[in-house]
């Protein structure tokens, strides 16, 4: 370490309270020209300088040939260069989310924003992976990382998700917030959130009506333990829905046995995103079960049976059904132009008409001549036309014309 001039005290004037500590630095040392343009990153670039340098430091030799060692020499070190060069950049490019190649990087870096990718991915395809060489076991998020780098659209997928939750509204805070974040889970088809006054305080009820054909009370599991782990009253695909649900939201799931009931999956739910203090109760959703009575008209040359069955199709309750759970909201009127559409989209019906259309009961009349039945803010349509269960909503096709089979 250089060492700096002892420091003289100097009196002006002859003051004795007036003095000051001066040193005499030394002098600065001169700059260093540098001409080498730092943004220089590729093998030509590398090698155009280096011969420069040379033509600079013998302008005496006026000829460079590929086979003279000095410029052999120099495109060694371009290439060098090169490569360090871009192992650099790689090195830089890991640092940030949107340019990241490594799936480890990728999987990191989307932790630190809070995005648990390997927790989040989908089973089926962690699970549907071949086997490690030599049979090693691997941990989630190295299953993740292998299924990412043969599948680079699944991390694309991923990188592009996980900065978007950022600001995702999980919290449940007004009404609204309730009902929509309880229909998220694949078991709601729908829910209303209201409020009533308890005495004390206000309680929030929210009112669910499941996807599937249960209440929410009644066990969606019989019989001896799953050997695959899953209830024996959902199908494989909405209970890898409702484990990819859990996953993504990091809600535990609650034990496969006799007692799992849709409440218990929901009220973990629930309970991780409602307001601290609140009291949030959960119940079943209130029917409104309708009847109607269809007339329809065969068109000439096709067959009534066929047509039957193609209306029974576009008028079930089951997915892609007109009355399949969900497609009717808590308050939605249900109206006979409505019905009256999805009958003429039947290739064959030539002419519908509703003969009968009414709320189930004595108590209600026939809404045939309003053309609507009116549902309540808290209730729903419900016509499942299951044989054995009247209560649930019924209708009934009189067919004419056509060809008889």
Same mark, same amino acid.
């Given at each position: 370490? @250089?060492?700096?001039?002892?420091?003289?005290?100097?009196?002006?004037?002859?003051?004795?309270?007036?003095?000051?500590?001066?040193?005499?630095?030394? *002098?600065?040392?001169?700059?260093?020209?540098?001409?080498?343009?730092?943004?220089?990153?590729?093998?030509?670039?590398?090698?155009?300088?280096?011969?420069?340098?040379?033509?600079?430091?013998?302008?005496?030799?006026?000829?460079?040939?590929?086979?003279?060692?000095? #410029?052999?020499?120099?495109?060694?070190?371009?290439?060098?260069?090169?490569?360090?060069? /871009?192992?650099?950049?790689?090195?830089? @490019?890991?640092?940030?989310?949107?340019?990241?190649?490594?799936?480890?990087?990728?999987?990191?870096?989307?932790?630190?924003?809070?995005?648990?990718?390997?927790?989040?991915?989908?089973?089926?395809?962690?699970?549907?992976?071949?086997?490690?060489?030599?049979?090693?076991?691997?941990?989630?998020?190295?299953?993740?990382?292998?299924?990412?780098?043969?599948?680079?659209?699944?991390?694309?997928?991923?990188?592009?998700? %996980?900065?978007?939750?950022?600001?995702?509204?999980?919290?449940?805070?007004?009404?609204?917030?309730?009902?929509?974040?309880?229909?998220?889970?694949?078991?709601?088809?729908?829910?209303?959130?209201?409020?009533?006054?308890?005495?004390?305080?206000?309680?929030?009820?929210?009112? #669910?009506?499941?996807?599937?054909?249960?209440?929410?009370?009644?066990?969606?599991?019989?019989?001896?333990?799953?050997?695959?782990?899953?209830?024996?009253?959902?199908?494989?695909?909405?209970?890898?829905?409702?484990?990819?649900?859990?996953?993504?939201?990091?809600?535990?799931?609650?034990?496969?046995?006799?007692?799992?009931?849709?409440?218990?999956?929901?009220?973990?739910?629930?309970?991780?995103?409602?307001?601290?203090?609140?009291?949030?109760?959960?119940?079943?959703?209130?029917?409104?079960? *309708?009847?109607?009575?269809?007339?329809?008209?065969?068109?000439?040359?096709?067959?009534?049976?066929?047509?039957?069955?193609?209306?029974?199709?576009?008028?079930?309750?089951?997915?892609?059904?007109?009355? $399949?759970?969900?497609?009717?909201?808590?308050?939605?009127?249900?109206?006979?132009?409505?019905?009256?559409?999805?009958?003429?989209? #039947?290739? %064959?019906?030539?002419? @519908?008409?509703?003969?009968?259309?009414?709320?189930?009961?004595?108590?209600?009349?026939?809404?045939?001549? @309003?053309?609507?039945?009116?549902?309540?803010?808290?209730?729903? *349509?419900?016509? $499942?036309?299951?044989?054995?269960?009247?209560?649930?909503? /019924?209708?009934?096709?009189?067919?004419?014309?056509?060809?008889?089979?």
């Amino acid at each position: 370490m @250089a060492e700096l001039a002892q420091p003289n005290i100097v009196f002006d004037e002859g003051c004795p309270d007036c003095g000051e500590r001066r040193a005499v630095l030394p *002098v600065p040392l001169p700059g260093v020209a540098d001409d080498f343009d730092w943004r220089t990153r590729d093998y030509d670039g590398f090698r155009l300088f280096l011969m420069q340098e040379l033509a600079h430091r013998f302008p005496e030799r006026r000829r460079w040939t590929p086979a003279d060692m000095e #410029v052999v020499i120099v495109e060694l070190l371009a290439a060098a260069l090169d490569r360090a060069s /871009h192992a650099l950049d790689a090195v830089q @490019a890991e640092r940030y989310l949107e340019t990241a190649r490594r799936p480890q990087s990728v999987r990191r870096l989307l932790k630190l924003i809070g995005y648990d990718a390997p927790e989040r991915g989908d089973p089926a395809a962690l699970d549907a992976l071949p086997p490690r060489p030599g049979g090693a076991p691997e941990s989630r998020a190295e299953r993740l990382e292998r299924h990412w780098a043969l599948n680079p659209a699944a991390m694309e997928e991923a990188r592009a998700l %996980g900065p978007r939750l950022i600001g995702e509204q999980r919290r449940m805070v007004t009404l609204a917030d309730h009902a929509r974040m309880l229909e998220r889970h694949p078991l709601v088809a729908h829910a209303l959130a209201r409020l009533v006054w308890a005495g004390g305080w206000n309680t929030l009820l929210l009112a #669910v009506r499941l996807a599937v054909d249960a209440e929410i009370d009644t066990p969606l599991h019989a019989g001896p333990p799953p050997a695959d782990g899953r209830p024996s009253g959902l199908t494989p695909a909405l209970w890898r829905e409702v484990q990819a649900f859990h996953a993504d939201h990091r809600l535990a799931l609650p034990p496969v046995d006799a007692g799992l009931t849709a409440r218990r999956l929901l009220r973990v739910l629930v309970e991780r995103y409602r307001m601290v203090g609140s009291e949030v109760f959960l119940e079943s959703a209130v029917a409104a079960p *309708v009847s109607f009575a269809l007339s329809v008209r065969v068109a000439p040359g096709f067959f009534r049976s066929e047509v039957r069955q193609a209306l029974e199709q576009v008028f079930s309750a089951d997915q892609g059904g007109f009355f $399949e759970p969900g497609r009717f909201g808590f308050g939605d009127d249900l109206y006979a132009s409505d019905i009256i559409e999805a009958a003429m989209r #039947v290739e %064959g019906v030539s002419v @519908a008409c509703l003969n009968r259309l009414k709320r189930l009961g004595g108590g209600f009349p026939d809404r045939v001549a @309003a053309g609507f039945i009116d549902i309540g803010a808290g209730e729903y *349509v419900l016509c $499942e036309n299951r044989r054995g269960a009247p209560e649930k909503g /019924h209708w009934r096709l009189g067919l004419s014309g056509g060809e008889a089979a």
